[in-house]
């Protein structure tokens, strides 16, 4: 099995464009959405921070913006805003686990739920407790896997893209 040889350095930018375009709208929508979400339900914390991430979503496609235009530094903004991005997850989640609060998943459990928790072995407060604990390590892993990943990855392309746009100038 042969393997592929490495991308041109032009094609290396084109990919980085695109994903950097489409991660800052999906940081920038679902950011709102959910700081939106939040701010409705009252959660402040948890606005502020999404409300900071669809940010990071604006400084994704700012760096995107620069790149097309042939400024290199436009790198810098992409990794920059992952890695904020990941920053403010991590935070949302660090103030989640030090600020337990089940009051708003007691209307999630039904009669159902109630009757099946004896054959588990735990309490309403036990199930809430470990559901609530599940939900924002899942949180916390995909801000490390996600945003981290790709800070990575355009963190990795810093070399192909310099060349690419010594090569063309501007896109």
Same mark, same amino acid.
Not at 42 to 45: F, I, K, L, Q, S
């Given at each position: 099995m042969s393997s592929?040889?490495?991308l041109l350095p032009f094609e290396t930018l084109v990919?980085?464009?695109r994903h950097a375009r489409r991660n800052g709208?999906?940081?920038l929508v679902l950011g709102s959405v959910f700081g939106l979400l939040g701010a409705a339900a009252?959660?402040?914390?948890g606005a502020l921070t999404w409300l900071l991430v669809a940010g990071t979503g604006a400084l994704t496609l700012h760096g995107a913006t620069l790149l097309a235009g042939g400024e290199p530094r436009g790198l810098r903004w992409l990794v920059g805003g992952q890695l904020f991005c990941m920053a403010? *997850? %991590?935070a949302l989640c660090a103030w989640q686990f030090t600020h337990v609060d089940l009051t708003p998943l007691r209307a999630a459990v039904t009669a159902d739920l109630r009757a099946s928790l004896p054959q588990t072995g735990l309490t309403e407060d036990e199930f809430? *407790? %470990?559901s609530y604990c599940l939900t924002y390590a899942v949180v916390a892993l995909i801000a490390l896997l996600y945003p981290g990943g790709m800070a990575l990855?355009?963190?990795r392309r810093r070399d192909a893209v310099a060349e690419a746009m010594e090569e063309t100038?501007?896109?």
């Open positions: 592929s040889p490495p990919r980085v464009l709208t999906w940081l009252g959660e402040v914390p403010f *997850l %991590l809430l *407790l %470990l990855y355009y963190h100038g501007e896109l």
